[in-house]
């Protein structure tokens, strides 16, 4: 299904963006304070995350997700946030006499996501493009026979291009 604020495009995520029942987690890339403008048209100086990962939006952190974060890593200071994996999930709250959708961060460190390693070269795989590590792996797998990092993947494929000329040759 997807909610009407999805179509509108903001600059920064919103509770609408995470589906029902469903959680985002993701990695600190830089907290900082910036000039927000607000659906009023209204702008106010907000601390905002962004984030490693490719194509999520940042977030406005408000007092609470800041305290959470703090309680997380056992830091108030933003600067040591950098790196940190949060899991925002969606949750409702009374706010303006209403009981609206909010975005929260989750009490708990998040799993540590599974380690993957090049076959050829022994390095652990990143994310490259619209890829995590995992899709990285899954693709190689799929296409090599093996689970290659990005430079690797490369190599293979000009190998069996090479390969494929000779033997039209």
């Not at 408000?62 to 703090?70: F, P």
């Not at 995992?134 to 190599?155: F, P």
Request: glycine share 6%.
């Amino acid at each position: 299904m997807t909610h009407f604020k999805k179509l509108m495009n903001p600059n920064y995520l919103g509770a609408y963006a995470i589906d029902p029942g469903q959680e985002l987690t993701v990695t600190i890339a830089s907290v900082k304070q910036e000039m927000v403008m607000g659906p009023d048209g209204k702008k106010e100086e907000c601390i905002v995350a962004h984030f490693q990962e490719q194509g999520i939006k940042p977030i406005i952190l408000n007092a609470t997700n800041c305290k959470s974060i703090a309680r997380l890593y056992k830091t108030p200071y933003i600067e040591n946030w950098v790196g940190k994996k949060i899991t925002i999930h969606v949750q409702q709250v009374k706010a303006f006499g209403d009981v609206v959708d909010a975005l929260r961060i989750k009490p708990v460190l998040p799993a540590a996501a599974p380690e993957f390693k090049c076959a050829e070269c022994g390095a652990v795989l990143k994310p490259y493009g619209q890829l995590n590590a995992r899709g990285l792996a899954d693709y190689t797998r799929k296409n090599y026979g093996k689970v290659l990092c990005a430079e690797c993947a490369q190599k293979a494929k000009e190998t069996a291009e090479k390969q494929e000329e000779k033997k039209e040759d």
